[in-house]
C-alpha cells in the first residue's frame, strides 16, 4: 500500500465525522442563511491567511535533504499567496465589512487549530503540517464547488460572492494530485506517523470550526 492510500484509510473515521457536520451538510444543500455564510468566510480568512506562513514555517525547519521536499514547499507557497484576500473580495461582495473582518480577531476554534498547525512544525515534526493540507484540501475538494452552487442559488448572490469557494473546488484536485505525489515520495515512518497524526487532529480541530458557526 502507498503511503498516501494508508494515510487515506487511517483517517477515514476522522473524514466521515467531519463530513456529517449539520453546518457543513446544510453548506453542501445550500439551506445555510448568508449570517452562517459570511461566519463560514470570516473563519475562513483567519485561517487561510496563515497558510503561506505555515508552509514557510514548515520549509526553514525542514532537514537539507530530500531537496525536492523543499522545492515542493515554495512551489505551493507561489500557489497560496493571496488567497486570503480572495476571501475578503467575496465577504465585500456579500455586503458585509471585510475590513472588520481583516482586524478582527478568530473564533477560538480557529484559533486552536491555527495553534496547532505551528506547534506541529515547531515542536513535533514539520512535515505533520501536511496532515493539515490533506484535511483541508481534500474538504475543499469534497464539497466547495458544490456548495457555491447550491449556496449561490438560495441566496441570489452574485458569482463575486464565491471566488474562494468556486476557485477552491477545482483548484484543490490539482494540488491534491500534486499532494498524492508528495505523501507517496516520504521514506522516514516517524514523519509517516506524524503526519497521520496531524491529519486526525485537524479533521476534529477543522470540524469544531464549523460546529462554532451560527445555524
Keep these: 500500500m502507498s503511503f498516501y492510500d494508508e494515510l487515506r484509510e487511517a483517517t477515514e473515521r476522522e473524514r466521515t465525522a467531519l463530513l456529517s457536520i449539520p453546518q457543513i451538510q446544510a453548506g453542501v444543500q445550500g439551506s445555510i442563511s448568508l449570517h452562517t455564510y459570511i461566519a463560514f468566510l470570516t473563519q475562513a480568512y483567519h485561517h ?27 512551489d505551493y507557497i507561489a500557489e497560496e499567496k493571496g488567497h486570503e484576500e480572495w476571501i475578503l473580495n467575496d465577504i465585500a461582495a456579500c455586503d458585509a465589512d471585510a475590513e472588520a473582518v481583516r482586524y478582527g480577531t478568530p473564533a477560538p476554534e480557529t484559533e486552536l487549530m491555527v495553534a496547532y498547525a505551528y506547534d506541529t512544525i515547531n515542536r513535533v515534526n514539520p512535515l505533520g503540517f501536511f496532515g493539515m493540507v490533506l484535511v483541508l484540501e481534500g474538504t475543499s475538494i469534497a464539497l466547495a464547488t458544490q456548495a457555491a452552487h447550491a449556496i ?64
Design 48 to 74: 487561510v491567511k496563515h497558510t503561506v506562513p505555515l508552509l514557510m514555517a514548515c520549509g526553514a525547519r525542514l532537514p537539507q535533504e530530500p531537496r525536492w521536499l523543499r522545492d515542493a514547499i515554495v
Design 152 to 215: 449561490q442559488e438560495n441566496l441570489k448572490l452574485p458569482k463575486q460572492a464565491f471566488s474562494y469557494l468556486s476557485s477552491h473546488g477545482a483548484l484543490d484536485i490539482e494540488h491534491m494530485e500534486f499532494f498524492e505525489n508528495w505523501m507517496n515520495k516520504m521514506e522516514q515512518r516517524e514523519d509517516c506517523d506524524a503526519i497521520i497524526h496531524s491529519a486526525r487532529m485537524i479533521y476534529r480541530l477543522y470540524g469544531d470550526v464549523f460546529l462554532s458557526l451560527p445555524m
